[in-house]
């Protein structure tokens, strides 16, 4: 170790650190190397630390994930409970969607999932993950809504808020395309959950999944309606690249991913507040098969 300050001395042509007083200080040159070597580091360590086997009560390796803010607002909260019970030492990454992400293979390699809706056709491999519907979001005051509901042409006449995620629709958005509606945008948002409190005192209309609707409901006030056209489904996927597919950590956790996204799928345990949807149903979609592992060319 005594010859290897000298070598990299040596190797940058640069004394890297310096004394001052009694201790020594990083030299200009040391400290915009100091975060690349740390990440190097970290980056043998895990590699150091993969085998056959994986034990997630012992492991401390660290998953990076993407995602929208709706599947943060909804999925992250029970999969940290069951992380933190199960895996202790695991580290999550949560990155949010950026623009083009959606349209190349790259971030699939950087990332160990990424979370969007089914029918994005990302390279790789997908499984659903849970599933929900869109509902309208409107002021309480707006005066088209009438006995609590929307008509499809106060839809096409009514300024929308929309998020704006990747260049492909969403299903509510293609749903309207076949009934020869093009929104009228006026505000778009790089996220949901924004959306309610854009609403709140305007004349917007924006479509959302309902689940983030009714977690907002309290914090904005909004009203949340029916859509005005037949239900169409939300199915969230877990996306990852191929070369992932066997490794026993990841195996864990897209098995993680997918419990605790059927668990928000299945009906509460009897005694248990059900979820409210805004019909007064239960929000279980129990009806609904999990789809196959798929793999997208």
């Known amino acids: 170790m005594s010859g290897s300050p000298a070598r990299l001395r040596r ?57 929208s803010d709706y599947v943060m607002t909804v999925l992250v909260e029970p999969l940290l409970r069951v992380v933190a019970e199960e895996a202790p030492g695991v580290r999550l990454d949560f990155h949010p969607i950026v623009d083009g992400q959606l349209e190349t293979e790259m971030h699939l390699r950087c990332h160990d999932l990424m979370i969007v809706p089914l029918g994005y056709q990302l390279p790789g491999v997908s499984e659903a993950v849970m599933h929900d519907r869109f509902v309208c979001l409107v002021d309480p005051d ?76 309290g914090f904005a006030r909004c009203a949340v309606v029916p859509t005005p056209f037949p239900e169409v489904p939300l199915v969230e996927a877990m996306y990852w690249h191929h070369n992932r597919h066997a490794d026993p950590a990841h195996r864990w956790l897209r098995e993680t991913v997918r419990r605790v996204g059927a668990s928000l799928d299945e009906p509460r345990p009897l005694g248990a507040a059900p979820s409210r949807r805004i019909d007064g149903t239960d929000a279980s979609h129990g009806e609904h098969a999990f789809v196959e592992l798929t793999v997208a060319s």
């Open 11 to 67: 190797h940058f042509n640069d004394e890297l650190l310096v004394r001052v007083g009694r201790e020594y200080d990083l030299t200009p040159l040391a400290e915009r190397l100091l975060p690349v070597v740390q990440a190097s580091l970290h980056k043998a360590e895990e590699a150091l630390s993969l085998t056959r086997h994986f034990d997630p009560t012992r492991s401390r390796q660290r998953f990076s994930m993407v995602m």
């Open 142 to 217: 707006n005066p088209r809504l009438v006995d609590g509901r929307l008509g499809l042409r106060d839809l096409a006449e009514m300024p929308h808020a929309a998020c704006a995620i990747g260049k492909s629709l969403t299903p509510a958005d293609r749903q309207l395309e076949t009934l020869g509606i093009t929104p009228k945008v006026q505000v778009s948002t790089p996220g949901f959950s924004v959306l309610p409190f854009l609403v709140s005192g305007t004349d917007l209309v924006a479509v959302v999944p309902e689940r983030l609707a009714l977690r907002y409901e």
